[in-house]
């Protein structure tokens, strides 16, 4: 493949719902432009952006897939992303590092859920884009009802290029409406068409819409204004020319449509992409921060020194980590030595290619604007900027969303503890959705994720690349014990074996601090009634006594101890002594000083859509939840709740289930607070049960 320049490239992601035919749509033109030999999912159930097992085995796109076409002097990088609710922040990289965006629509569905979340990414990264509503051919299909569906959704800059030609099994082409022409589409699934003449039928609507087009254009500018004023027309060139300009500043989205199934409408899709939407080169400038953390435009110059961005990581079990990015400015050449701007580090780019899915084409050089891919860098992640010594920048890392459900994973044989763990910080790198702990009370190994089946979907691939098995469960809540009063206790701790015995004996104080605080051990002794070496133990002996409480064995916090008075023996007393009289005492204070549990409450927020609110308000409210606030934002509501951590453990499945799978939440954590008395005995109750098992 031969070095395309920033002018001859185009970068376009395909967004939108799951289920719309985005990768079928993606199989389509590449089958079109001859970059694959067959059409559609082969026999094995690959498609050539979804390869992996569990896309195979789920029929549906769980991670952007990359492939690369040429056309007419045109390299064209096709992003397909995954479009259901688990999977969708993860096109958040791809369309940020794209030029222009097609919004895929089912001509059966109209816009869905992720349609507007697709948008809402596409409006913050600031991308041009284009509607694309796909499944013509379908049973129901419908393209004016899709077509006022955008328009309620995202407004009258919708605006029709094509029209199509027939509807479900009757599709057989499209309209033209820039240049008037109708294209009949061949039906042996080879994406070809032959020009013929508008249908006698379809003519008087194709003048509307190319009249609504020009006035859309014409609005623009004010000499283009003038003249479709003075002769109600512009000509072929000044609407392509006008066209562009429209998108490119985000005041038209075009609307197109398609069969991918059929392989129709695919070549006018090449063709639209090729002469109408951005290329890098007329893209916006990346911002970057310089050396001095100054900010700093870096504009798509392939003869500027080279900087690059790296917006996905692939964890191959045998050949290792892939890097793939996307060149901003500068032209790499193959064995390039560039410098990570995190870490400072040197990276070597040994045999970069450009990917077509799993296929890979190698390449020499990699200019302004072009994505490729190269393996085995030494330490860089998903989110690095790599550039050039002399002149080094950073690009900000993509922000993706916080995990908003969390599991507890079991080994399903006991040495697979430290395999596992490496396998899952592996997904890590290859997944920002995707975070993995160690919870410092509880123990457990938590895997977080966006939904249960994201989480699933992960495992799924750690057990099969990395051939570990392990088991899910719900977290233990990290609950903790403090006290409400004060207590004053004599503990003394004597036993005599048979030469040195073990004499200990202290009064200590117990009582409580704000929340938060922590721990506070006070020495009040004076006069020498427990020697200066004997304290540390006393100490030590209340911070071990610490980490299992009197009610149900969980952490106790917040709390000061003082130890003000005791006795000791010349011979019989020790260390351990001590530390052993100040296990009892803490035991027996606890119980006087009116114990109670504590239990972590989480910030939530929630973006449900307006109808759904009066339904998830209730159940935050049944959630033992306190309700903080709401706002607007478009069609949806944002609700802030404070709700206790053991209530959202089951929240994604019920949320999704009163939204339709349209509402989602975040939460982190706020702060801890008393658990009221009913669901404390339930707690202490489990907690005695569970102990009693491990016995």
């Not at 560039?338 to 040994?350: D, I, P, T």
């Not at 290619?353 to 020499?364: A, D, L, Q, V």
């Not at 891919?373 to 002149?391: I, N, P, R, S, Y």
């Not at 392990?470 to 030469?499: C, D, F, S, W």
Request: net charge negative; proline share 5%; charged share 25%.
């Amino acid at each position: 493949m031969k070095v395309y320049g920033p002018s001859e490239i185009r970068n376009i992601a395909f967004a939108g719902h799951g289920g719309v035919g985005k990768t079928t749509l993606t199989s389509a033109l590449l089958f079109t432009a001859k970059a694959i030999t067959r059409f559609g999912r082969t026999d094995d159930g690959t498609a050539p952006t979804d390869y992996e097992d569990d896309e195979i085995e789920r029929k549906l796109s769980i991670s952007t897939g990359i492939a690369c076409l040429e056309w007419e002097k045109v390299k064209i990088n096709l992003l397909d992303t995954p479009g259901y609710g688990n999977f969708i922040a993860e096109s958040r990289g791809a369309i940020r590092i794209s030029d222009a965006v097609g919004i895929v629509i089912s001509a059966v569905s109209g816009v869905e859920v992720m349609t507007s979340k697709s948008w809402d990414y596409t409006e913050e990264f600031g991308r041009p884009r284009f509607f694309i509503i796909n499944k013509m051919d379908r049973e129901n299909a419908n393209f004016e009802k899709s077509l006022e569906s955008i328009r309620e959704n995202f407004g009258r800059e919708a605006t029709p290029v094509m029209l199509p030609i027939g509807s479900q099994k009757d599709f057989a082409g499209v309209i033209d409406l820039v240049h008037m022409k109708a294209h009949i589409y061949s039906t042996d699934d080879s994406g070809s068409f032959k020009e013929a003449p508008i249908p006698d039928v379809q003519k008087e609507d194709a003048q509307k819409k190319r009249g609504e087009l020009v006035e859309m254009v014409a609005e623009l500018d004010e000499k283009l204004m003038e003249k479709y004023f003075e002769s109600g027309d512009l000509s072929g060139e000044e609407l392509e020319q006008a066209l562009r300009m429209g998108i490119a500043q985000h005041k038209i989205y075009p609307v197109l449509c398609s069969a991918g199934a059929r392989n129709m409408g695919s070549q006018d899709l090449i063709n639209f992409i090729c002469s109408f939407t951005p290329s890098p080169k007329d893209s916006t400038a990346w911002r970057a921060k310089d050396h001095s953390q100054q900010e700093v435009d870096v504009q798509c110059d392939p003869g500027a020194p080279v900087s690059l961005y790296v917006f996905k990581t692939i964890s191959d079990p045998t050949q290792g980590r892939i890097s793939v990015f996307k060149v901003i400015s500068g032209t790499m050449a193959a064995d390039a030595n560039l410098v990570n701007s995190r870490n400072e580090g040197q990276e070597r780019m040994a045999g970069p290619f450009h990917m077509k899915g799993k296929e890979r084409i190698k390449c020499e050089q990699v200019a302004a604007g072009d994505i490729a891919a190269v393996m085995k860098l030494k330490d860089t992640q998903m989110g690095d900027t790599l550039c050039g010594k002399e002149k080094p920048i950073s690009f900000e890392a993509t922000k993706y969303p916080i995990p908003a459900i969390s599991f507890a994973v079991e080994p399903k044989s006991r040495g697979d503890e430290e395999k596992i763990a490496a396998a899952l910080q592996k997904m890590v790198e290859e997944d920002r959705c995707f975070r993995v702990g160690r919870d410092p009370q509880t123990k457990e190994l938590l895997v977080s994720g966006s939904g249960t089946q994201h989480v699933e979907t992960v495992i799924h691939r750690v057990q099969k690349r990395y051939g570990v098995e392990m088991n899910l469960k719900q977290p233990k809540v990290p609950y903790k014990e403090t006290i409400k009063g004060k207590a004053e206790v004599h503990a003394r701790h004597k036993k005599q074996t048979g030469g040195h015995g073990q004499f200990a004996d202290i009064h200590i104080r117990m009582e409580p601090l704000p929340r938060g605080t922590g721990f506070e051990f006070k020495d009040e002794i004076f006069g020498g009634s427990v020697p200066r070496n004997f304290i540390p133990a006393v100490e030590k002996g209340m911070l071990e006594a610490l980490e299992s409480g009197a009610l149900a064995g969980y952490q106790v916090v917040d709390l000061r101890i003082a130890l003000f008075d005791g006795q000791y023996h010349p011979v019989d007393s020790s260390e351990m002594a001590f530390k052993i009289a100040a296990h009892m005492g803490f035991k027996e204070a606890m119980e006087k000083a009116r114990p109670t549990l504590l239990e972590p409450i989480m910030n939530v927020e929630v973006v449900v859509p307006d109808e759904c609110m009066g339904d998830v308000m209730g159940d935050l409210n049944s959630r033992r939840g306190r309700i903080g606030g709401m706002s607007q934002k478009g069609t949806n509501q944002i609700i802030k709740a404070q709700v206790p951590l053991a209530e959202m453990l089951t929240y994604a499945s019920t949320l999704k289930s009163i939204t339709a799978d349209r509402g989602s939440f975040s939460m982190e954590f706020s702060t801890y607070e008393e658990v009221p008395a009913q669901q404390q005995t339930k707690i202490i109750e489990e907690a005695k049960k569970a102990k009693a098992e491990e016995n």
